[in-house]
């Protein structure tokens, strides 16, 4: 295996250095042979896509060759790590594949019967929660994902797929098996009720209040926003319109607070990291503009973090220390002061080789 060598900034430090790439790892010393990759340039730890769907399409699963693309398009825009948060197919194949992101699964959505997109979550009775949970816990890596609130088209609102006492249940035995759990919440009843029975992580987060936001700051809870997928909203609401004028009203007053729900959020102290919902709806590749609109809540440093370390060091993997895994990225200006420079990586190495 060629060793490498590279010289600029490396994130989140300030001073150039050198780095150097041995045996598929960041090296302490300097190996006898190594040829130089890039000088003058600026190095982010592997990008993390926190809230990715590898598998999953508008239809719902799709077969390997699509699934394959979906990951080389992550990669390429920088994304080495990928927290996939629910796939109607199983996707440990790419854990073999060198040139493919590592992924951390969560297996597949829980659901109710009919309370989420179709064709995309393995729908339960709400007693059978435990028991799936169990089941997806061990099928993924160490994440279970819930659907947390979705239309009920009985009320013609959002409201909560589970009763409280239920999830509580669920939580405790995903956490005694050893996984996380993590849920979709548009509104504001589900992400109490959950945050409340002890959940690891939420996504979207749109319905947080400011005592929630405090709760969750406090024991650490994750929030992965997904901006730019809350910027359809008022698809979702145009989609609903005739039928459930309520549910409109409500995602549409959800997409106008969003900026401001987030900012407090993150002003509060909850630990936010970067998820693009690609997969699905939405294409993959676009961990860049994800960045620049977490910039708006908190800063440019923020969002990097966001995309890279913070969230690393948050999903269990190092960051580029002597020992770790050679993931990395590449760029030609500080993202800190450009952070459009994100959308031009100028290499990408994974697991210590240029692809
Ligand atoms: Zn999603």
Avoid at 15 to 32: F, R, Y
Avoid at 225 to 235: A, R, S, W
Wanted: proline share 5%; glycine share 10%; aromatic share 6%.
């Amino acid at each position: 295996m060629t060793a490498w060598h590279l010289s600029g900034v490396v994130l989140p430090g300030t001073e150039p250095t050198d780095l150097w790439i041995s045996d598929g790892v960041i090296s302490a010393e300097p190996p006898g042979d190594a040829q130089t990759l890039a000088r003058d340039v600026w190095i982010m730890p592997g990008l993390v896509d926190a809230h990715c769907h590898v598998g999953l399409a508008a239809g719902g699963a799709v077969d390997r060759a699509t699934a394959e693309q979906q990951a080389i398009t992550d990669r390429d825009s920088g994304v080495l790590l990928i927290r996939d948060a629910g796939a109607p197919v199983d996707t440990h194949w790419v854990d073999d594949r060198a040139d493919l992101p590592r992924i951390i699964r969560a297996g597949r959505h829980i659901a109710v019967h009919k309370r989420y997109i179709r064709n995309y979550a393995v729908e339960i009775d709400p007693e059978d929660l435990v028991s799936q949970v169990e089941h997806e816990a061990r099928a993924g890596d160490g994440w279970v994902k819930l659907v947390g609130d979705w239309i009920d088209r009985s009320v013609g609102d959002l409201r909560p797929l589970w009763p409280a006492d239920v999830t509580e249940q669920a939580i405790n035995r995903a956490h005694e098996l050893g996984a996380r759990v993590t849920a979709h919440c548009f509104g504001e009843e589900s992400v109490a009720e959950l945050v409340a029975a002890g959940i690891d992580c939420i996504e979207h987060g749109t319905g947080l209040s400011g005592e929630v936001m405090e709760q969750m700051a406090a024991r650490g809870v994750g929030l992965v926003p997904t901006m730019t997928n809350l910027e359809y909203f008022p698809d979702f609401a145009a989609a609903g319109e005739a039928k459930f004028p309520t549910y409109a009203a409500h995602m549409r007053a959800l997409h106008a607070t969003r900026f401001d729900v987030l900012g407090a959020a993150c002003e509060a102290g909850v630990p936010i990291y970067a998820g693009t919902d690609a997969g699905g709806r939405l294409r993959h590749g676009r961990i860049a503009e994800e960045a620049e609109l977490l910039a708006t809540l908190g800063g440019n440093e923020f969002a990097l973090g966001a995309i890279s370390w913070r969230a690393r060091h948050w999903l269990g993997a190092e960051s580029l220390t002597a020992g770790a895994p050679a993931d990395l990225v590449v760029y030609n200006a500080d993202p800190r002061e450009h952070i459009a420079v994100l959308h031009h990586p100028r290499l990408v190495v994974l697991r210590g080789q240029p692809v």
